[in-house]
């Protein structure tokens, strides 16, 4: 039986040094639009209703975008190609406890709750062990807060890219996170009414 992992947060890093940190196109094109909408809005956390998939054409097939709904779970809203073939199905509509073993609860809801509940954005580099692989594969992903109608932070929207190709499986069996950063978004710049407790 494996041991359960609880999530254990990063390294803090400034929100303005985030892009220099990005390496990958996708992660820069999304990021850059999140930021972009940020300041659009006074520095609040921009809504799900002004996501425009124009401004980030190539990462659409690894983006996703995850709901945490009033009974305190997180379901998929909409998965990317890339990470539908790396799940072996889509779960759109399906919550992290139908998706991920046990052992790995802690950690996903962990990071999501922090990502929203901060919120912060996270970046992480990591391992992924998928079911029918005998080897690790090298992942890189980035989460970004994401606001509903009402202003609370109810979503998570990011790109999770896959280093290896083709990768067609029945999803993570197993992460080891090996860089691990997160930006704050300051709390002093969002309308504390606006964000949903974790």
Known sequence: ???????????????????????????????????????????????????????????????????????DRFRFHLLGQNMIDWRGSNAKGLSFEEIYPPDMLDLVNGMARRVIGQPAISHQQMQSQIRDWSLPIPVERISLPLADATGRVRHLFGATIIQSRPVHGGGPERIAIHRDHWYPVAAAEIDAGAIMPA
């Open 1 to 71: 039986m494996r041991r359960r992992r609880r999530y254990t947060a990063g390294v803090d890093l400034p929100l303005s040094d985030l892009l220099a940190t990005l390496t990958l196109p996708g992660h820069r094109a999304v990021t850059q639009h999140w930021l972009d909408l940020y300041r659009t809005s006074g520095n609040r956390v921009p809504a799900l209703r002004d996501l425009d998939p124009l401004r980030f054409p190539a990462a659409l097939p690894d983006v996703w975008i995850v709901d945490h709904g009033d009974d």
